[in-house]
C-alpha cells in the first residue's frame, strides 16, 4: 500500500474541510485512505522551526508523495528534504518566484500543485472592506511579520491605500500572546475597521481572533470564508475546497506513475465573498445591498479603486 506524507505548517482544525476536499479528489482517482492508500499528516501547530524535521522524518519513511500544504515554509522544508520523492504543494504565492517550480506550465524536477493567490488579494480585502464601511478613517491591517510573505503583503495594502489616501495603521502578530495586544492597539487608535492578513498561522487562530473582534467591537475581513461563517464579518478569498480537491486529483495521478515534471502548476480561478449577516447587523452595517449584487454605483465605485468588480452575488 502507498503511503502518502500530508506535511501543514498550521493545526488541523481549521483545515478539516480542506482535509477533506483532498481526499475527495484523491478518490476521484480511485485512491481512498485506509483501503488502498495510507496517508501520514504532520502538523507543526504553528511552529515552522519543526517542519524541517517533519519533511525529513516523512522522507525517512520514504512515502510515495508529499503533500505540503499551509503555506511556503512546508514547501521550503520538503524541497530541502527531497529532490526524488514527488512533492504536491497548495500554495498562496507565486512558486516561480519562490523558486519551486521553473515554470507554471512545465514545472519540471519534483514538484507541483495549486497556486490559489493569496498574498493578490489584500488589496482586494481593503477594497471591499472599504465598500462595506463608507468613510471608514482608519483601518488597522494584522500582519505577521514572521510569514514568507509579509513584504508583499504589507506593499499590497500600502500601495493602493496611499493612491487613494485611505488612512491605514500596521500592526504585528507572530504568536498568541500578540493578539490582545494588537486589538487594544486598534481601540486606542480608533480604527474603524481591521484587515486580517492571509496566512497558515492567522488561519489556525481563527476562533481567538474573531472573538477579539467581537471583543473589541472592531469589524473585520478574513482570508477564508470559514472565518465568516464562524462568526467573523466577512471574508474575500479563493475556494480552498476545490485547490486541494485538485491537490487530491494530483497525488492520484502521481500514484498512478505521472511525473510531476509534467504537470502544470493549477492556478484557482474561483473566488468567494462571504458576509455574516447576523454579524454586520450587531456592528450597524449595511450589507444587504452588496451581498445582493445589487448596482450600487457608490459601492461599485469604493471598490474599483482597489481593482475589485462585482461579479457574484456575493
Known sequence: MPVIGFLNSASLQPFVNYVSGFLVGLKQTGYIDGQNVAIEFRWAEGHYDRLPEMAADLV????AVLVCTGGP???MAAKAATTTIPIVFTIGSDPVRQGFVTSLSRPGGNMTGVNFFVTQM???????LRALIPGVQLIAVLL??????YAVQLRDVQEPAAAIGQQIHILSASNVNDFDAAFATAVQLRAGAMLVSGGPYFNSQ???IIALAARYSIPAI???REHALAGGLMSYGTNLGDAYAHAGVYVGRILKGEKPGDLPVVQSNKFELVINLKTAKAFGIEAESLCRG????RIDERMSAFGTKRTSRG
Not at 489584500?122 to 471591499?128: A, C, I, N, V
Open 60 to 63: 525517512r519513511r520514504k512515502v
Open 73 to 75: 515554509p512546508s514547501v
Open 122 to 128: 489584500e488589496s482586494k480585502r481593503l477594497g471591499f
Open 144 to 149: 505577521n511579520p514572521n510569514e514568507p510573505n
Open 206 to 208: 481563527r476562533d481567538k
Open 222 to 224: 478574513y482570508e477564508q
Open 294 to 297: 445589487g448596482r450600487d454605483h
